[in-house]
């Protein structure tokens, strides 16, 4: 889901860099005012997981490639905003040292899988396991719901912004200039392939994690708010 | 054991275990992620490369491009497999300096 430079045209980029600026900067002061200095390892361990986890490439055979992003779980332990700003750090290294992502598309990405991402999922969780006792099985279904539907929400959002593209820019005689698949594409490949493989990958990963911090660190998933 | 270090060592098993992520697309020849292929891919998808697409896809040239080192793309998975580690380790290392130095300046004023 990490779009590389060249697939989204200068309006589409620029569009998400500005959505992205205030995100940006309401994650911060609302960050400034709920985290305490104790959590910031917790903040780093948080960015780390997410940034190992993307590498994790779960093949679908003989097709293509995804992975989960962890996003869902940082924001369920650490609260949206601050998991925003977790995955944004590990994007943002992704596309500057590793080249996965662009660098004009990072406004685009970010607002995918590090805003849209962590918080729907921390909402659905919120919803699902309200009131619910801080070692329930509701709390785990609630995690793996909560990462399926979050990633799903995020592969439709990117498949959205690849399939404007040939709408937006084309040559004279038709010929795409950035991404040359359609909406009647690349909507049904990116929302398909998540909801089919890669969507279950995110759904068993935070599900997992969190019936295992219930029974090591409680304390974590009580804190869990921002 | 400390919460926290047991995630330490939490991460530290996903650093050993990455390369699992590139070994297991390789081996059910699953090709690239959608949407992030190459120009030659392109190519030989839709029949010829976007104008605006040749242009911008080589913008950056990232240090260790798509977790490998420059030049050991025909080398084989157990070199890849080792730069893919060593990428993890270099790739978590900046993301955990960075994300405590943001964490640093964010609580400064609640202690």
Known sequence: MHIPDGYLGPTTCGFFYVVMTPIWAIASKVVKKTL???????????????????????????????????????????????????????????????????????????????????????????????????????????AGIAGYVGINIAAALAGLEFGIQPLLHHTANGQALYCPYGLNVALPAMLGE????????????????????QKQAPELIEEGRA | MKVTTKLWIGLAIL?????????????????????EWGADEMQKLVG????????????????????????????????????????AIVGIGITVVVMILIGKALTKKNN
Not at chain 1, 128 to 138: F, L, V
Not at chain 1, 194 to 213: D, P, R
Not at chain 2, 15 to 35: D, N, Q, R, T
């Open chain 1, 36 to 142: 305490n200095a104790k959590q910031v390892p917790l903040l780093a361990i948080g960015a780390a997981f997410s940034f190992v986890i993307m590498m994790f490439n779960v093949p679908i055979p003989g097709g293509t490639t995804g992975h989960a992003i962890g996003g869902v779980l940082v924001a369920i332990l650490l609260g949206p905003w601050a998991a925003s700003i977790a995955i944004t750090v590990a994007l943002v290294v992704q596309a500057l040292l590793f080249g996965d992502g662009g660098i004009t598309a990072i406004g685009a990405n970010c607002f995918n899988m590090a805003f849209v991402l962590p918080f729907a999922g921390y909402y659905i969780y919120k919803i699902i396991s309200y009131n619910a006792p801080i070692d329930s099985n509701r709390r785990v279904i609630a």
């Open chain 2, 15 to 35: 650093i050993i275990l990455s390369p699992v992520g590139l070994i297991l697309p390789e081996h059910f020849k699953a090709g690239s992620a959608w949407g």
């Open chain 2, 48 to 87: 010829y490369i976007p104008q605006g697409l040749q242009k911008l896809a080589s913008l950056w040239s990232a240090p260790i491009p798509d977790y490998a080192f420059k030049g050991w793309e025909e080398k084989g998975l157990p070199h890849l497999s080792i730069a893919y580690t060593i990428s």
């Open chain 1, 194 to 213: 998540h909801i089919l493989v890669f969507g279950w990958v995110e759904a068993i990963v935070t599900a997992l994690v969190i019936k295992y911090l």
